[in-house]
C-alpha cells in the first residue's frame, strides 16, 4: 500500500480509550498517532495497549488544534457525525492523511473542524466508542487501499486469487539500456 496515515484523539480523557486507538494504529501499520487538547496524563496507557505502541510508532501531543503539524501534503481528515460529513463507505482515502478522531462524550472542537480537509462519519444510528470508531476506519482505508481479491458474488471467500505483481528489469539495467 502507498502512502502513510496517521491517527489522534482531541480531547481524549480516558488513557485506556487512546490505548485502544494507540494498539489498533500499531496493528494497522500507522507511521504516527498523536493526541491534541489531552485532558488527561497517558502514563498508563500500555494497560491497554500491549503492544507498547508509544514505543514503537511516533507519537505526537499538541496543546491545541492551532499546533497541530502535520507533514506536507498531508490530509487532515476529521471523524465527526456532522451534516457535511461524507459516509465512510462513500469516502476515497488521501495516499497521505491523518484521521483525527472527537473526545469521548463530546465532538471536534470548530477550530479543529476548520483545520479539517475533509469530514467523515460512520453511518450508524448514534455515536460509538472512539477506540471503535478508529479501528472502523483504519479497516476501511486498508480495504479501500490495499491490494486484495475482489469480493466474490456469493457467500464465501475468493474465487481466484489475486496475481501477483509483475515487475520490471531494475533501474540501472533500464537506465543502461536507454544510454545505449
Given amino acids: 500500500m502507498r502512502g502513510y496515515f496517521g491517527i489522534g484523539v482531541e480531547g481524549i480523557s480516558k488513557q485506556s480509550n487512546f490505548g ?54 498531508c490530509k487532515l481528515v476529521g471523524v465527526e457525525i456532522t451534516e457535511d460529513a461524507i459516509e465512510l463507505p462513500s469516502f476515497h482515502h488521501p495516499r497521505c492523511a491523518a484521521y483525527i478522531l472527537g473526545p469521548e462524550r463530546g465532538i471536534l472542537s470548530d477550530s479543529m473542524l476548520a483545520r479539517c480537509d475533509y469530514k467523515i ?30 469480493r466474490p458474488q456469493r457467500p464465501g471467500g475468493p474465487i481466484n486469487a489475486l496475481p501477483a505483481p509483475v515487475f520490471g528489469a531494475p533501474a540501472w539495467v533500464r537506465k543502461k539500456a536507454r544510454h545505449t
Fill in 121 to 150: 462519519k460512520i453511518p450508524m444510528k448514534f455515536s460509538i466508542n472512539v477506540g471503535l470508531a478508529g479501528a472502523l476506519v483504519m479497516y476501511d482505508r486498508l480495504l479501500s487501499m490495499g491490494r486484495f481479491s475482489p
Fill in 20 to 73: 485502544a486507538v494507540a494498539r489498533t494504529a500499531h496493528a494497522f501499520g500507522a507511521s504516527f498517532i498523536f493526541t491534541v487538547s489531552q485532558a488527561t496524563n497517558l502514563t498508563s496507557i500500555n494497560l491497554v495497549d500491549t503492544s507498547i505502541a508509544n514505543k514503537n510508532t511516533p507519537f505526537y501531543s499538541f496543546d491545541n488544534p492551532e499546533d497541530l503539524l502535520l507533514p506536507k501534503d
